[in-house]
T-cell receptor
Framework: NAGVTQTPKFQVLKTGQSMTLQCAQDMNHEYMSWYRQDPGMGLRLIHYSVGAGITDQGEVPNGYNVSRSTTEDFPLRLLSAAPSQTSVYFC????????????FGSGTRLTVV | AQSVTQLGSHVSVSEGALVLLRCNYSSSVPPYLFWYVQYPNQGLQLLLKYTSAATLVKGINGFEAEFKKSETSFHLTKPSAHMSDAAEYFCAVRDSSASKIIFGSGTRLSIRP
């Protein structure tokens, strides 16, 4: 049981490049989400999904796209990377809708130069 | 809108001393509140949660938190600090839409030998 798996762990991009951060879970959780973590700002929600085929925006969605074609996977796409997107990205899932304990992946550290 | 404020971005205590990390919340609905811990280079892990049952909530690793409605507080405590408690701690509140949780900016806890 791997829980939440994020790949890659580290990535360096040039401004304007695109890439996809992968998130996979094996807990059959309906809810999945992406956060970014920046120093002194805590975690900010980018996008979330309450089930396959359903996605919604969080508080900082600009510059990012998501899709949810399966329960297991929730990729985050950076369309045209900018230095402001340098951050640590976390995928988090939740099982029972009444249980708000999230399970986090170990993160992807992204640097945009 | 729901929010949490963590007082003190950095707290330092001696090993064996009381740990007190402060969190105040703002919520337009009865709050669900959480404390998460993040060890270096790892994702977040749920310490404990308050979901309108007992006001004193016990979590993992000897931590507990008390919900005080009159003070809009949910402070995290541990009677005796251990070196392994050094980490960053995040307070969080469930959003009124119940679709996500909102994190505070975090408190880094250091333990002095």
């Amino acid at each position: 049981n791997a829980g939440v798996t994020q790949t890659p762990k580290f990535q360096v991009l040039k401004t304007g490049q695109s890439m996809t951060l992968q998130c996979a879970q094996d807990m059959n959780h309906e809810y999945m989400s992406w956060y970014r973590q920046d120093p002194g700002m805590g975690l900010r929600l980018i996008h979330y999904s309450v089930g396959a085929g359903i996605t919604d925006q969080g508080e900082v969605p600009n510059g990012y796209n998501v899709s949810r074609s399966t329960t297991e996977d929730f990729p985050l796409r950076l369309l045209s990377a900018a230095p402001s997107q340098t951050s640590v990205y976390f995928c988090a899932t939740r099982g029972d809708p009444g249980d708000y304990g999230y399970t986090f992946g170990s993160g992807t550290r992204l640097t945009v130069v | 809108a729901q929010s949490v404020t963590q007082l003190g971005s950095h707290v330092s205590v001696s090993e064996g001393a009381l740990v007190l990390l402060r969190c105040n919340y703002s919520s337009s609905v009865p709050p669900y509140l959480f404390w998460y811990v993040q060890y270096p280079n790892q994702g977040l892990q749920l310490l404990l949660k308050y979901t309108s049952a007992a006001t004193l909530v016990k979590g993992i690793n000897g931590f507990e938190a008390e919900f005080k409605k009159s003070e809009t507080s949910f402070h995290l405590t541990k009677p005796s600090a251990h070196m392994s408690d050094a980490a960053e701690y995040f307070c969080a509140v469930r959003d009124s839409s119940a679709s996500k949780i909102i994190f505070g900016s975090g408190t880094r806890l250091s333990i002095r030998p």
